[in-house]
């Protein structure tokens, strides 16, 4: 089920020396191999972050490289600064210690960091491989001061429940709202210098954002709020997402994260174009990324003031951009100046109904009445004289809508067909600027 709209996930970072086992504990937490493992200290470098799901509640869980406290190391160093970036959004910190190794003078130095940090902390012993008693080396870890250590083994996914409803206890309950229920959060995405910050900075009345002409400005996803007649609203400003080829600095690859990061938390994306330099291969990459989110999106097509104009240049313009953004046709675009803020209300009046076409949700009674005129209509597909039948439809989840078909035979249930019923839900219930998503069920079936 898609999260509340304008809820955002609490960040838990982990953190701990090199070669303590943090990613192997990483990607047993969230159940997937994303981060890097190796016996070489120092192989993560960047933050990863990934989605940890326990007892129905989430957090983003950040892994981080390993933090050298005194290092003359480049690379080092700058992995220390970014497990300190982790540190300073992080809600809750896990700190991860290598049993084998006990306690180290860097285990020292970093627990007293931490307690600087006045976060909460949760003090993880790793490699505890063994069950049964635990091995007299665990209890030197009370010296850090850190309160009780937890026993785990990454390798086995030995303890990490005790664990996680450690790291749990300190979040906020997710069934509270942490926000108003009414606020729409936005992100603003695009190329560098499509004019984002621009944007923001006119919306919110004040310089939020620094604005250059210089491409890659902006490096943190700012959040601007904004309340007016058409409601309230979170900005956030994010980094230019750049070609991978162009991108070499290393604050700029964090950029990247963040800016992924601000679609997975939006409600609604705005993809930015540059009217003065059109479609281009990385819009469409950009877009892809509020797409496979799952977010409503708009496509503005801003610097539209200092485009040489007659009376067809917006019909030409919105036609290629059809053909240019064929896969996500169901976006509305807008022509705006975010320099002039000409039809910036009209912006504020798109993201309000994208975001209601978002959370729409169909009844079962009026999806089967579709369903029934659809198949009557057209004939569904068959294949060696067995045909396909779709005994209903209902919508499991919004954010997007998403629909559930149970059907006699999942493989004859073509995509072509699928687009056609997705095709007569939007012509009958409109869900325009929201991707709609379909589960194909074979009746009797749990799987997809």
Not at 335 to 352: C, D, M, P, Y
Not at 380 to 404: E, H, M, N, W
């Amino acid at each position: 089920m898609a999260e509340q709209a304008g809820r955002v996930k609490p960040v838990v970072a982990v953190v701990g020396r090199p070669n303590v086992g943090k990613s192997t504990l990483f990607n047993k937490l969230i159940g997937q191999r994303l981060s890097i493992v190796d016996d070489t200290p120092g192989v993560t470098r960047d933050r990863i972050y990934g989605t940890c799901e326990w007892q129905n509640r989430s957090v983003l869980l950040v892994d981080t490289g390993g933090i050298e406290p005194k290092t003359d190391d480049v690379i080092l160093s700058k992995m220390r600064a970014q497990a300190q970036l982790a540190m300073d959004t992080a809600s809750v910190i896990l700190f991860v210690t290598d049993l084998r190794a006990g306690v180290t003078a860097a285990d020292q130095e970093i627990a007293a960091l931490l307690q600087r940090s006045g976060k909460p902390v949760v003090l993880c012993v790793n490699k505890c491989d063994t069950i049964g008693q635990l091995p007299m080396e665990y209890y030197e870890f009370y010296n850090l001061g850190l309160g009780d250590p937890f026993a785990v083994s990454s390798v086995h996914g030995l303890g990490t429940g005790d664990l996680l409803d450690e790291v749990f206890s300190h979040l906020p309950d997710q069934t509270e709202d942490g926000e108003e229920p009414d606020m729409v959060s936005v992100a603003i995405i695009g190329k560098p210098n499509a004019g984002k910050s621009s944007l923001v900075n006119f919306i919110s009345g004040e310089e939020r954002s620094i604005v250059s002409d210089v491409a890659g400005t902006t490096r943190d996803a700012i959040d601007s709020y904004v309340e007016n007649a058409y409601g309230k609203f979170t900005f956030i400003d994010t980094a230019g997402l750049r070609r991978k080829s162009r991108v070499d600095d290393q604050i700029e690859k964090y950029s990247v994260l963040r800016a992924q990061m601000a679609v997975e938390r939006a409600d609604v994306c705005v993809i930015m174009i540059d009217a003065t330099e059109g479609f281009t291969e990385q819009d469409s990459k950009v877009a892809g990324l509020a797409l496979e989110a799952g977010k409503a999106c708009i496509i503005a097509v801003n610097k539209w003031d200092a485009v040489e104009k007659d009376g067809k240049t917006m019909d030409s313009f919105r036609k290629k951009l059809a053909v240019d953004f064929s896969f996500m046709s169901f976006a509305p675009i807008v022509f705006i100046s975010a320099k002039t803020g000409q039809r910036v209300e009209r912006l504020f009046e798109l993201i309000q109904y994208v975001h209601n076409q978002n959370t729409m949700r169909i009844s079962t009674g009026m999806l089967n009445d579709l369903l029934a005129d659809a198949t009557a209509r057209v004939q569904p597909p068959s294949d060696k004289g067995k045909r396909l039948k779709i005994y209903y439809i209902t919508q499991a989840s919004t954010c997007p809508p998403t629909f559930v078909c149970f059907c006699n035979r999942a493989e004859l249930f073509h995509f072509s067909y699928q687009r056609y019923l997705e095709n007569q839900i939007r012509s009958t219930f409109g869900l325009e600027g929201t991707p709609v998503r379909f589960i194909i069920r074979e009746r009797g079936e749990g799987k997809k």
